[in-house]
């Protein structure tokens, strides 16, 4: 649980990176417009691409992170949720067995 907050905490970073960028590259466009250097048509294209751009390694980005933490987590030996999961059912299993056992031996007295 404590890992995924750390991972959802790293993907919000990179969101709010990715919004910055965002922010610069129309602050960039804008002062290239103000200049003639570009007009605003080309200015509004070339920002809405490489917003588009952004997105689209930014989901590659988050998917080969989220990989990586795994691999990592795996490699220090940190379980996963499923194999947690696993051994409280199995530590559940073994308490009830525990408790018919004692109380067989209770009732046999």
Do not use: C, H
């Not at 790293?10 to 910055?20: E, F, Q």
Request: aromatic share 4%; proline share 1%.
């Amino acid at each position: 649980m404590e890992n995924q907050n750390i991972i959802q905490q790293l993907l919000i970073l990179g969101l709010g990176t990715t919004s910055l960028v965002a922010d610069r590259l129309r602050e960039a466009s804008d002062r290239l417009v103000e200049t003639g250097e570009l007009d605003a048509e080309g200015a509004k294209a070339f920002v809405n691409d490489a917003i588009e751009n952004l997105k689209a390694e930014q989901g590659n980005w988050e998917q080969q992170f989220e990989r990586q933490i795994r691999n990592t987590l795996q490699d220090l030996g940190v379980p996963r949720q499923a194999e947690m999961d696993e051994l409280r059912g199995r530590i559940d299993r073994l308490e009830r067995q525990i408790r018919d056992l004692e109380n067989k031996l209770w009732e046999s007295r």
